[in-house]
Each structure stands twice: as C-alpha cells, then as structure tokens.
C-alpha cells in the first residue's frame, strides 16, 4: 500500500492529472472566450495580444498549483491549441499551443514545479501560445485578406490591415510574453487572496 | 434538465455514424467553412458543406432544427450577397458582422451541435482508441466535452447573481466585474471538478489496464458518402491550389 502512494507521487501521469487538465483547459478557453469573442470588432484584434494573457494568467496560475508533473502543461497548451483550431482560428495556434506548452512545461521544470519566479516566467513563456491566433495576419497575409474580404467586404479588411501592418508582428510576440508575465503577478496575487482562502490552491 | 455536451444515452432512432465520420466532418468543415481555407475556389463548395448539417439533422429526425437552421442560413447568405455591395457605412458594418458571422460560424456549429448531443462519451472513446490515439490526449478531451456546459452554466448563475447585486457594465461597481464574476466561476469550477475527477476515479479511469467498450463502432453505408464528400472537398481544394 505504501508503495502505490510513493508511486502515485512520481512523475506518472496518472488518471486524476488527466482529468485536472482537462478541467483547467475548460475554465482556461471559457475565460479567454469572453474576451476572444470581441475580436471581430477590428482594434480588439490587436488587443487580445494584451487583454488574453493578462487575463489568462489567473487560471494558468491556479493550475500550476496542480500540475506538478511533466507534460501535462503540454498536453493543456496542445488542447487549448487544438480546440482553438476547431473553432476556426487557422492551424497556427495547434502548432503554437503545442510548442510554447512544452516550454512552459520545461520552464517549470527546470525550477521543480516549486519556484515562484519560474511560474511567472513559464506564465509568461505559456502565454504566447496566442500568437498563434493572429498568426494568419503576417504568414499567407494576402491570401487571408482576400478570404477576409469574401466574407466581410472591403470596408472591414481595410481597416483591419491598418491596425494589423507587418511590422507590428514583433510587438504582439513581446506583448503576448509581457503581458503574459503580468498576467502571472496578478494569478499571483489572485490566488494569494482568494484561492488560498478558499482551499482550492 | 441538464444540459449535456456528450450525451450519456445512445441516440435512438435514425441513422448511426461512426464517431470518426463525425469527427472528420467537424474538421473539414471548421477547415474549409469556418476558418474559410481554400479562398474563392471553395465559392461553391461552401455551401454545399454547410447543406451537410442539414442533412445530418433530418437524419436523425430533428427536422424542426433542420428547418430553422436552413432558413437561418438562407437568410443571412442572400443578405451577404444582395445587401452588402449596396450598403456602406454604419450599416454595412451591421450586416457585415450579423450575416457574415452567421454565415461563417452556424454551419460549425449546427455541426458540433450535431455531433455532441449524438454522440456518447463511450462512442467517443471507442473511435479515438480505433484510431489509436493516446489517451493522454482522449481523457482530458472527453473531460472538455462533459465539462464545459458545467462551468458556461456556472457562469450564467453567477452572472444572473452579479446582476442582482449591481456590478454589471455601466452600473455602480463596474470596476469590480472581472473580480466578482472570474474567481466565483473558477472556485466553483474547480470544486465541481475535483467532484467529477472523484466520481470517475472511482469507476476505475486511473488504473493501469486496458479499458474495454461494449459500444459498435464500424463503417457503414452512410458513413462511406461522407467520406465521399471530404475527400472531393479536398481533393478540390489541392487541385484548385495548384491549377492557380
């Protein structure tokens, strides 16, 4: 019997770890939904490089305080990435989820799933999977803004290109990790207030 | 009653297809309709994809829903393509994002619609471990699929709750809204979860052997139409890409 509860603290991902991600994904895509679902308005496209991980850090701090295992903030950021693709945002942000999860995953890691400044800084790193939303913008731009065009009509892709030109590309990668580390300060905090009361973190 | 995403009990009456069948449907249509890949040479195809849900939904005896979601469609495809060369300004603003949105997001969702409300968790299981995917994948995305009505129905309770208490938009606490509405719905979301990860621990998710499936999977008839169109769809679209 004591060796099954040493063994369930090892690095195997087990049922329940499984079922916490699953869970934390949900909670994660409904909170960013709420402000993803502003972006067909045309200045909020460039503001979900702001708004989504600085919101998104509260859940992804909370869930931290679970996944204490390797791999399974790869398998919340390929979810996340997978569903995201579904629900018609280009493939970029299947690759992207995929990618900056495992760094995040490495991130925390490297500080034994117990270091603070690494939390924030994988936070940080977790966050620019959202990137891979506006990816469509600057890889394939002209034929994206044709196919824009076909379904919204010129008035719409003008102004959209004018908010969303080339060299904003560098700026939204940054935004998407400053603001994500930001984000993770305020999961922080949040957790630190509400959470931890709550007997949740 | 509750509302379910993955439905608990197997459908009943009309046409049985594969859960994969529908999974590909769900891709190709989210591909080539709602992320709109593809670009003009998928003018036509388009909507005969978003015909498909239709169908699927006269299938298995929803033709209420079929009705509304045809007509639904109709509407917002004619006003694309009448209103919007002659409307600018405000206007064209309003109709653009009204039929546009539809236009791009009904068809995927009548589709997803479809596919959950038809199909079992145990189904769902039963075709993604045919496909041999790994359930480190499968476990938490079927957890997706029980649990998102869960944490959209907190959400609303909590909203109704908000509302009552005066910290809404353009109220007297609106500073407050992203405090008072995120952490109630993840607490709650989260103490709900730690339940439902219980509950399916103890009907043995986390042991180390194999799981079994009594369900039926396999390919029929209607399945093999489906496929049909997928891959003319894709074969379209790739023969388009190169012919340009």
């Given at each position: ?61 909370l ?131 509400h959470f931890?009361?709550a007997g949740i973190? | ?153 907190e959400?609303?309770?909590i ?23 995120l952490i109630p719905m993840i607490t709650c979301s989260v103490k709900i ?52």
């Open positions: 019997m004591a060796k099954d509860v040493t063994q369930k603290v090892s690095n195997h991902i087990g049922g329940k770890d499984l079922i916490t991600v699953g869970i934390y994904t949900v909670i994660y895509i409904v909170i960013i939904g709420i402000f993803g679902a502003l972006s067909f308005i045309p200045i909020f496209i460039p503001l979900t490089a702001v708004f989504c991980p600085l919101i998104g850090g509260i859940p992804f701090m869930y931290v305080t679970k996944a204490k295992k390797f791999g399974m903030t790869t398998i919340m950021g390929t979810l996340i990435g997978v569903l995201m693709f579904v629900m018609g945002m280009g493939y970029w942000v299947a690759i992207t989820g995929l990618v900056f999860g495992l760094i995040a995953d490495l991130v925390l890691k490297s500080g034994k799933y117990q270091s603070a400044k690494r939390t924030i800084l994988a936070c940080g790193f977790f966050s620019m999977w959202e990137f891979g939303n506006l990816m469509p913008f600057f890889v394939g731009r002209e034929a994206y803004l044709a196919q824009l065009q076909e379904g919204y009509g010129a008035e719409y892709v003008s102004t959209v290109s004018s908010y969303m030109p080339m060299w904003i590309l560098p700026i939204l990668l940054i935004a998407t990790f400053i603001f994500g580390l930001l984000g993770g300060l305020i999961g922080k905090a949040i957790c630190k207030k931890k009361r973190a | 009653m509750r509302r379910e995403f993955l439905s608990s009990e197997q459908q009943k009456k009309g046409i049985h297809f594969d859960p994969r069948t529908k999974l590909l449907l769900i891709l190709i249509i989210s591909v080539f309709v709602l992320g709109g890949a593809g670009g003009n040479a998928m003018y036509f195809l388009r909507p005969v994809l978003s015909l498909v849900p239709f169908a699927m939904l006269i299938s298995v005896g929803r033709g209420f829903h079929a009705a509304l979601y045809i007509i639904a469609y109709t509407v917002c495809y004619v006003a694309q393509l009448i209103l919007l060369p002659i409307l600018t300004g405000f206007t064209n603003f309003l109709v653009l994002i009204l039929a546009g949105t539809f236009c791009r997001f009904l068809p995927g969702f009548i589709i997803a619609y479809f596919v959950v409300t038809t199909t079992t968790v145990s189904e769902f299981m039963a075709g993604m471990e045919r496909m041999h995917m790994p359930s480190k994948i499968t476990i938490p995305l079927s957890v997706v699929f029980r649990f998102a009505p869960t944490v959209l129905e959400a609303a309770s909203n109704d709750a908000m509302k009552m208490r005066g910290i809404r938009f353009g109220g007297k606490k609106s500073s407050k809204i992203l405090e008072y509405r979860g730690e339940e439902l990860s219980a509950a399916a621990l103890t009907r043995g998710l986390g042991a180390p052997l194999k799981r079994t499936n009594i369900c039926e999977i396999g390919f029929h008839f209607p399945d093999v139409i489906i496929f049909i169109l997928c891959g003319v769809t894709v074969a379209w679209a790739i023969f388009s890409a190169f012919s340009i």
